[in-house]
């Protein structure tokens, strides 16, 4: 008797885990349709979801999410409306946790968010041309208490300079040791932040003499590009698309944005500045600098400075790597200084539309 209970138990086991769906007869369940989305969309626009059911599941609600952020729910499989307006330009990924006949399956797909902006093409005019030390591999340039500060690379060079900009002459320097390869340079709260390529480490100075205050490491193992800041917030490029919005005390990221020209991603983002609301990029050896929405990442102007090198003596130059790479504004005279890697000269230049 106790034999013929224990087959019960045993086949009555298999029958209760078989009624249910394993995991990966799940995946395959539901998808997102496709017919319904677009490769790319503009902010302005919607998004418009509902799932393949083919196993004719009944399905008692869906739970959607774009980039792991919660956005809404329906009933069933109704179709479900989501508005772009608010959402990051770049990949967006779709994921539906749908909840059917007691259990729950997963579904995902990608889209990807382009500007609506076209850019405006910015000019500018030469205000002052300034001599620039020719030995400095410009990598950060920013004015602050009408000093100008300089953060240059190089394994073996690297410095953080206070410049005398009008002579090109530095009357302060701290070099770096000979692994770091310096990078971009931003000021905030009389603090220097300075960031290095590879090394995953940035330094944090005192303005006023240059001392090291401490040193920190990156949120996550990126490259270090560019810095600029809006007061409050410091912003960080790594080559990529991506601008990092960082916590200025702990250096850890709170936010980002993907910069896009229309439906182009800006793939080398360089040097930042932070002028009137903007952030002002130097695409790496592009000679150009894209004026960016901070928001959004969308590119609303381009400033062409191909014109500046003819200027530079390039004479035994690395002419693929001594490209324009220096970017600072003066509040005061709302003129942007404007230099490259081992130039010979920096340009006080005004820029109008």
Not at 81 to 86: K, R, S
């Amino acid at each position: 008797m106790k034999k013929h209970k224990l087959l019960a138990f045993i086949l009555l086991g298999t029958v209760l885990v078989s009624c249910g769906d394993n995991e990966k007869d799940k995946k395959n369940l539901f998808s997102i349709e496709q017919s319904g989305l677009k490769a790319t969309y503009q902010p302005q626009e919607s998004l418009s979801l509902v799932l393949n059911n083919d196993k004719n599941k009944t399905i008692d609600s869906i739970v959607y999410y774009i980039n792991e952020k919660r956005v809404g729910g329906v009933k069933g499989n109704n179709k479900f409306d989501f508005p772009l307006a608010d959402s990051k330009l770049g990949y967006q990924q779709i994921k539906a946790i749908v909840y059917y006949e007691g259990q729950n399956a997963e579904t995902d797909a990608r889209i990807e968010v382009v500007s609506n902006v076209k850019p405006k093409l910015l000019s500018y005019t030469i205000v002052n041309t300034y001599p620039h030390d020719e030995t400095s591999y410009t990598q950060g340039l920013e004015f602050y208490r009408d000093t100008l500060f300089e953060g240059t690379g190089q394994r073996g060079t690297s410095k953080l300079l206070k410049t005398d900009y009008k002579t090109g002459k530095a009357y302060q320097s701290v070099n770096l040791e000979g692994k770091y390869f310096g990078e971009g340079i931003t000021i905030l709260n009389n603090k220097v932040y300075q960031l290095t390529w590879q090394e995953n480490t940035g330094f944090i100075y005192n303005a006023d003499n240059l001392k090291q205050i401490r040193t920190f490491n990156y949120f996550k193992n990126i490259e270090g590009w560019g810095l600029c800041n809006d007061g409050k917030q410091i912003y960080q490029s790594d080559g990529t698309e991506k601008i990092w919005v960082l916590d200025p005390e702990t250096m850890k990221e709170t936010d980002y944005i993907n910069v896009y020209s229309e439906s182009s991603k800006i793939k080398a983002v360089n040097e930042l500045e932070w002028v009137n609301g903007k952030i002002y990029g130097n695409v790496y050896q592009k000679d150009a600098v894209a004026v960016i929405n901070p928001k959004t990442g969308a590119v609303e102007g381009i400033i062409d400075l191909r014109e500046l090198k003819t200027k530079v003596n390039m004479m035994g130059h690395d002419l693929g790597n001594d490209v324009l790479n220096g970017l600072a504004y003066n509040p005061k005279t709302k003129t942007l200084f404007v230099t490259g890697k081992r130039w010979n000269k920096m340009f006080e230049i005004k820029v109008s539309e």
